[in-house]
């Protein structure tokens, strides 16, 4: 009698592939039940799957308008503060904050701007700017000094500016009231960019920090200023305490812990707080939603792709007998019902990723015409179809279980008795 397959040269290999091939061999001989199989997985599966998709879909697309817009990540200070210029290095410091550079009061960060054509445009924003200022888009210039600065796209607009508004000369005129006389300074400024519409709506000027203070330091008396008297880009150096600052967290989780810090300094802040809050919290919802369906889905999976498995392990106990007449170990044999388990769940999850892939098809025509160009509502990334894979493969090995138990327990007595 030769010898059992397990105990050949090479052995364990071949008895390992002549399982597989039984495996499926038996499973295509009752492809009809095999088909119920299937059809029951991607049934529990297919929504779990669409539910995942609409998730990282809509939420993450939510997620992603918000980001996109980096005047949801700023943490306005409201009113004036006194903040010290040690306050800034701890604020520069943080890993909550992406962007910070100092600011004047309110009432001075703005000019009357003069186009070529002395046109006069009253009260034109001006912001402080410098590197990693997240309201400007990547590798654009930035303004060295505070007599070259950027505009925004709508106020290049309205002062004419074309070619990109490139090395246009502008003049900044900055009025004061002193000794009860009307006074105005006029400051040459060079356009070296424009920041498109999408990063900033308003008409505004980014320039140099410096610039802002001179303006200030000018309409509190304590600077002269003229057309032949330049502003030093180390102006804004000599000053040790501001009243105001731009800061910017570094995403959106964390713009409530960092709003929380400086109200527990004392200072006033204002931030998109609401909306941020909408969307994690729909976040949370649908991730505990998820998680729920999920783990509902994956209990009535195993039940009943267990139950279904032991019904076929115990109407097929005298084949299994015959398989260890044959020579085939009880390792084997328990075996047969864990990998036609995974052939199973693997092809009930393919079936249930087409049905996804119509459905999220629908979902992006039907829900996604609101949505901007590129938009989605239902997506799976590759590590979705890992985690799918993994989670089936666990449920399919634990829904075999007990089936691999009961043809562990067949004895080759049981084979001989069939025959005799």
């Not at 059809?39 to 529990?44: D, S």
């Not at 980014?206 to 200023?225: I, K, N, Q, S, W």
């Not at 030093?232 to 713009?255: K, M, P, T, W």
């Not at 996804?356 to 990334?381: I, K, W």
């Amino acid at each position: 009698m030769s010898a059992p397959v397990g105990h050949r040269p090479g052995g364990a290999m071949r008895a390992s592939r002549e399982t597989w091939r039984l495996a499926w061999k038996d499973l295509w001989h009752d492809r009809r039940t095999m088909a119920v199989f299937v059809l029951t997985v991607a049934a529990i599966v297919a929504p779990l799957l669409l539910l995942l998709g609409l998730k990282n879909g809509a939420i993450t697309q939510l997620r992603e308008t918000l980001v996109s817009d980096p005047r949801n990540l700023e943490v306005i200070i409201y009113g004036s503060a006194r903040l010290p210029r040690a306050w800034f290095a701890e604020m520069a410091a943080r890993d909550d904050v992406s962007f910070v550079v100092p600011k004047t009061r309110t009432i001075n960060a703005s000019v009357d701007v003069l186009d070529a054509e002395r046109r006069l445009l009253p009260s034109i924003e001006l912001l402080p700017t410098g590197p990693g200022d997240p309201l400007l888009p990547q590798g654009v210039e930035i303004p060295p000094d505070p007599h070259r600065v950027l505009v925004s796209e709508t106020l290049a607009a309205q002062l004419g500016l074309g070619g990109g508004g490139r090395d246009a000369d502008i003049t900044a005129v900055i009025k004061r009231t002193l000794d009860g006389e009307r006074q105005h300074a006029r400051v040459p400024l060079t356009v070296i960019g424009v920041v498109p519409e999408r990063h900033f709506a308003r008409a505004a000027i980014f320039a140099h920090p410096a610039l802002l203070v001179a303006a200030e330091d000018y309409r509190d008396g304590t600077l002269a200023l003229g057309a032949d008297t330049p502003i030093g880009a180390d102006h804004a150096a000599a000053r040790e305490e501001f009243a105001n600052a731009r800061v910017y967290a570094r995403d959106l989780d964390a713009v409530a812990p960092l709003a929380a810090h400086l109200r527990a300094a004392d200072i006033e802040v204002r931030t998109q707080a609401e909306r941020i809050a909408t969307v994690q919290a729909l976040d949370r919802t649908f991730t505990f939603l998820f998680r729920v369906v999920a783990a509902i889905g994956g209990i009535g999976c195993a039940l009943a792709l267990g139950g279904a498995l032991w019904v076929n392990a115990d109407r097929k106990r005298r084949a299994s007998a015959m398989l260890r007449l044959f020579g085939f170990g009880r390792l084997a044999v328990a075996a047969l019902p864990v990998l036609q388990a995974v052939i199973v769940a693997l092809g009930g999850l393919l079936l249930a990723l087409a049905v996804f892939t119509v459905g999220a098809g629908v979902f992006d025509v039907v829900l996604g015409a609101n949505l901007p160009d590129g938009g989605y509502v239902s997506r799976l990334g590759w590590g979705d179809l890992l985690m799918a894979t993994a989670w089936m493969l666990l449920v399919a090995v634990a829904a075999a279980g007990a089936a691999a138990w009961r043809s562990a327990r067949v004895t080759p007595a049981e084979g001989l008795r069939d025959v005799l």
